[in-house]
């Protein structure tokens, strides 16, 4: 009885674990169904948030990409953890791809710190020529007037190359769902980056850039976006709501002849740069912790790999 209760045992657990396998796959593809739909939400409400037909983007929208670039990181993570495949667990080219992602991602953002630093340094400048505008009205339009709001020494971001010029696609389910999802990660959040560059610099073209060179996007949310984003870029260029209503306030002080005209358009200025300094101070706050996040997990990653090299060594001179 005792061995027949073993077999039956044996049995069923070997029936279950076929029940599972079976399962496998469908439960793979629901996972990374899942990871995609999360995706889609958020490319979804940065549609929602994007105004119908508007001439320009704004901060508050910029502040929404850099927010997406987040949520996308986190359905991923999450998206690992459902299919019970975590980093330690990945192969090679995996590895490989996602080094090389978050190095990229790492490098546009550093770019976008830069582009905030510079309109920071705008707005510094523009406070200090208010300050002047009683004393010295003269002096505080001759300072406006020298004011560069693009910021021209950024020409050049690092782009990520084609995401479809990928090395030989894994066979394994997990292996291969984390490929999938690696395609998706790239694709959503370079595009975004490059957005947000766009904005930040007034210089649309390494924005146009990417798009050719990046082919046609695996998200339909995506797609739609884009097209509307690059029409409005193509047809009217790409300035930032805030900073071309800045850059209006300024030029009208800057035109003011009037010591009470000057006064009230001083006024304007002024309310705008508060605005503006509000929203970016919002902005780098986000884009610093966006970059800390990133930074984590690579390092993460690289810890695993050195310690997995470190257990192979011991393993190897035990041997010995």
Known sequence: MVLLAERISKLCSKMENRKKQRRQPEALSASLQAFRSD?????HQLCLGLTPGSETLSLSWILQCVQLILIINKAFAKLAVDIDYQMSKWKSQSVEEYLKYSLNLLDLL????SSLSHLGEVRLSLAYSLS???S???????????????????????????????????CSGEEWIVHQALIELKSVGFWVCHVLLAGLTGDAKPYLKMRKSTGMFSNSSV???DMSISEAITDRGVVLKEVKELKDAADC???????????????????????LEQLLDGLEKEVNSLFSKVLAGRNELLDGIRHANDSNLDSMYKCV
């Open 223 to 225: 797609i739609k976006l």
């Open 136 to 170: 010295s009205p003269s002096s505080a339009i001759e300072h406006i007037k020298a004011i560069k709001f693009i910021n021209s020494s950024i020409k050049n971001f690092k782009g990520q190359g084609n995401i479809d010029d990928e090395k030989e696609i894994p």
């Open 39 to 43: 995706v889609s939400n958020g490319v």
């Open 132 to 134: 002047l505008v009683e």
């Open 253 to 275: 002080v800057a035109a003011a002849t009037a010591n009470e005209n000057l006064s009230f358009r001083a006024e304007e200025m002024q309310r705008r740069l508060k605005s």
């Open 110 to 113: 550093n770019s976008i710190s």
